[in-house]
């Protein structure tokens, strides 16, 4: 599968020219991903609702191209409110506690749209 691209239908992908996943080898890049649902909106609710929508994308393009969320070696976590920490870390913890990938949680001064509290990027190894 080295070179196969994921994408999740995100307008930015486009308008950017970036795929959503990326494998080399065993390795599978995924690309900082928001809050956006299948018609292009950004995910309603809290940091949590938008921390399961960009895990769901996370975990769905890294399946596509042969990994599952165990595979996931390292995750990055962008917030723009101290605050929704705890929120995001226990929604990382949902999809990714089996893994036990290497996490960073950083503040952002802003993301791609106004309304978006958390965007997370993620890296996989498969193995076997």
Do not use: N
Not at 85 to 101: E, I, L, N, Y
Request: proline share 4%.
């Amino acid at each position: 599968m080295t070179g196969a691209r994921a994408f999740t239908g995100s307008p930015y992908e486009a308008q950017f020219g970036f795929a959503r996943a990326v494998r080399e080898g065993d390795r599978i890049l995924v690309a900082g991903t928001g809050p956006v649902e299948q018609d292009g909106s950004s995910t309603k609710g809290g940091a949590a609702e938008q921390a399961a929508r960009c895990c769901e994308l996370i975990v769905r393009a890294i399946v596509e191209l042969g990994g599952s969320a165990d595979d996931v070696v390292r995750t990055r976590m962008f917030l723009t409110d101290p605050q929704d920490q705890d929120a995001v870390g226990d929604v990382h913890a949902r999809f990714f506690s089996a893994a036990q990938p290497a996490a960073t949680m950083v503040g952002a001064a802003w993301l791609c749209r106004p309304e978006w509290k958390v965007e997370i990027e993620a890296e996989a190894i498969v193995r076997g």
